[in-house]
């Protein structure tokens, strides 16, 4: 007993040494002055100056914001939508393949993914004379299509642990569907919305090899200007640029924790 | 508002127009999302197995045409050179089989470390548990690909790892790790242990404490309880997260094209470089068409033991 009792915790915080030891050296060294990554050279913000000022990296930043936004945000409705008839419609003869539909990009290598999307642009742009060429709009569609999956199983999820009694409720007093959804499901699953468009965002913007392929000349997302830059080797700006961003992810993860930690006080008030 | 939205008029005419074509709203909710799947997700893994069997050729798309117009009608022009090539040539069988190696064991080795930390987390109180679990989950939200590039500079010859051993005075010479099958591992495991430890713990969790409770007042030792009650207990949970990591490693392509060497040959670097270096389409498509094939009985697998997952939920 007394074995088992040691081993856990020592073995629990070795894993998470081994999760977190990497991200904190990386975020310590992007504050060294010297050019050789790896030797420390005394404190310095001076490679997030240069960051700042590279315009390549800030060019594909942009872009990479905004393809992140509009695919989260498709994603959403189409994930919810894929999530509620999964849960909430009856059987028709279809719904075991788009259950299998939703479930497999979760799995799926991306290398799969993003080949097979750039053969069916290729395919669609011979037969239709759409999309022509590809770029944004086609990484757009890629990443909605993979975002939806992960949308879908938040939203199921939440969905599958709700009151089904007070639509009920709702339905018995003679509320539309269309009505019961907005007023009574919506604003019930409205934080794992918020959780499914939150990752769908931070998985586009993380995007490189689906991308890849569905992108064509002058759209060129950051993960493929950090991939090319980091295939030369480790470079400075990038230990700021990652820096950042994990920054600011933390600081995301702190303020909804922190607002997990208050809402519990509030529904007991 | 909402009273307002549906009973407004152009809500009742759209709803009455759609009608028309036979589409209730609950067939448009139904139809939206798998019209999207199906053209987006389903439909290109045709057209993959359509192009596989083309030949390269220089042109625009650089395949040539299965099906071709000619004087008397059409022509069909099936080509197995692809997978014949794929066949002959032992790169690809090797590569194959390196990727279902380096999944195999990365994924035990996921396994080895994430079940500690999961039992760990699911046995340990309120507060606690819900900061640890977050750890767990952070790094899902933090760029993968960058945290694949942290582990550059510890492993590479001048990092920080040799550069710490140097210093100490344990080795003489730095140690070689980085562009070897090792470094591949370390990125594998460190990336996909998130992905190991959520289902395991989300299995652990459910585990009456009970059950050991009885097993260890009828005198059974630790490891006898952990045994014969918590592990064939878990075995969703361990068969969900073995397969949440092995099927996306088997194709993995950024680990091994930025910790592994030259001679780390997984089979999704092979069809990054058919199709990116070569231009060779139709043998990229033949090399998904088999991974896929390789991949259909542990996408079987997670299904099932999500089933499974989903069974005990409703059951309780």
Redesign the interface.
């Known amino acids: 007993?007394n074995?088992?009792f040691r081993?856990?915790?020592i073995?629990?915080f070795l894993?998470?040494a081994?999760?977190?030891v990497?991200?904190i050296?990386?975020v310590v060294?992007s504050f060294n002055k010297s050019k050789?990554?790896?030797?420390w050279g005394g404190f310095s913000a001076h490679w997030y100056g240069e960051l700042l000022q590279d315009p390549q990296i800030l060019g594909a930043a942009w872009i990479s914001l905004q393809i992140a936004f509009i695919s989260a945000s498709l994603a959403l409705v189409?994930?919810t939508?894929?999530a509620?008839?999964l849960t909430r419609?009856g059987r028709?003869w279809?719904k075991p393949?788009?259950s299998?539909?939703?479930?497999?990009?979760l799995?799926?290598?991306?290398?799969?993914t993003g080949?097979?999307?750039l053969?069916?642009f290729?395919?669609m742009e011979?037969m239709f004379g759409w999309p022509a060429g590809r770029g944004f709009t086609t990484i757009v569609?890629?990443h909605?299509?993979f975002c939806?999956a992960y949308v879908a199983v938040v939203v199921q999820s939440r969905l599958?642990d709700m009151d089904e009694s007070i639509e009920e409720a709702a339905r018995d007093l003679g509320a539309?569907?269309?009505?019961v959804f907005?007023?009574i499901t919506l604003p019930t699953i409205a934080p794992a919305l918020m959780s499914g468009w939150?990752?769908s965002f931070?998985l586009s913007?993380?995007d490189?090899?689906i991308a890849?392929?569905v992108s064509g000349p002058g759209a060129s997302t950051l993960?493929m200007v950090?991939?090319s830059k980091?295939?030369l080797?480790?470079s400075p700006e990038?230990?700021a640029?990652?820096s950042l961003?994990?920054g600011v992810?933390?600081l995301?993860?702190a303020i909804a924790?922190w607002q997990?930690l208050k809402s519990p006080q509030k529904s007991k008030a | 508002m909402?009273?307002a939205v549906?009973n407004s008029k152009p809500f009742q005419w759209t709803a009455k127009f759609l009608a028309k074509f036979g589409l209730s709203?609950?067939g448009l909710?139904?139809a939206?999302?798998?019209l999207?799947?199906?053209?987006?997700?389903?439909?290109?893994?045709i057209?993959?197995l359509k192009?596989s069997f083309a030949e390269a050729m220089i042109a625009r798309?650089p395949y040539s045409k299965l099906i071709e117009p000619t004087d008397s009608g059409f022509a069909i022009n099936f080509s197995f050179l692809s997978y014949q090539y794929l066949v002959e040539d032992g790169l690809y069988l090797a590569a194959y089989g390196s990727s279902l190696r380096i999944a195999f064991f990365s994924t035990l080795f996921a396994l080895l470390?994430?079940y500690?930390?999961a039992?760990?987390?699911a046995?340990s109180s309120g507060q606690w548990r819900?900061i640890?679990l977050?750890?767990?989950i952070?790094?899902?939200?933090?760029?993968?690909?960058?945290?694949v590039?942290?582990?550059?500079?510890?492993l590479?010859g001048?990092?920080?790892i040799n550069?710490l051993l140097l210093s100490l005075g344990i080795i003489n010479e730095p140690l070689v790790m980085m562009q070897t099958d090792f470094a591949v591992y370390v990125g594998i495991v460190?990336t996909y242990?998130?992905f190991m430890i959520l289902p395991l713990y989300a299995n652990l969790v459910k585990l009456d404490g009970s059950l050991l409770e009885a097993s260890s007042d009828l005198g059974a030792k630790?490891i006898m309880t952990f045994l014969t009650i918590t592990l064939p207990l878990s075995l969703p949970g361990i068969l969900a997260g073995c397969?949440?990591v092995f099927?996306?490693v088997?194709?993995?392509?950024?680990i091994p094209?930025?910790l592994g060497g030259p001679d780390t040959n997984m089979i999704?670097r092979v069809?990054?470089d058919e199709?990116?270096r070569n231009r060779d389409?139709p043998t990229?498509?033949a090399v998904?068409i088999i991974?896929?094939l390789v991949?259909v009985l542990p996408?079987m697998l997670?299904?099932k033991a999500?089933d499974g997952q989903n069974q005990d939920?409703s059951g309780i």
């Open positions: 007993m074995n088992k081993f856990l915790p073995a629990t894993g998470f081994f999760l977190y990497p991200i050296v990386l060294f050789l990554v790896t030797v189409l994930g939508l894929a509620f008839v419609i028709f279809f393949l788009l299998g539909m939703t479930a497999a990009p799995v799926m290598p991306e290398v799969i080949l097979s999307l053969l069916l290729v395919a011979a569609i890629a909605t299509t939806l599958s539309k569907p269309v009505r907005f007023d939150l990752l931070t913007l993380d490189l090899v890849s392929f993960p950090i991939f980091v295939r080797g480790v990038i230990n640029l990652a961003m994990i992810v933390a995301g993860v924790a997990l | 909402t009273e549906v709203g609950r909710v139904i939206v999302p798998t999207w799947l199906l053209v987006f997700f389903l439909i290109p893994f057209v993959v192009i798309p470390i994430g500690p930390m039992y760990f987390i046995r819900n640890l977050m750890l767990v952070m790094p899902f939200w933090t760029s993968f690909l960058l945290r590039y942290a582990w550059i500079g510890i590479k001048n990092g920080y550069n460190y242990l998130p630790p397969m949440l099927i996306p088997v194709g993995e392509f950024v094209a930025l999704g069809l990054w199709f990116f389409w990229a498509s998904a991974m896929l991949l996408i997670l299904q999500q939920k």
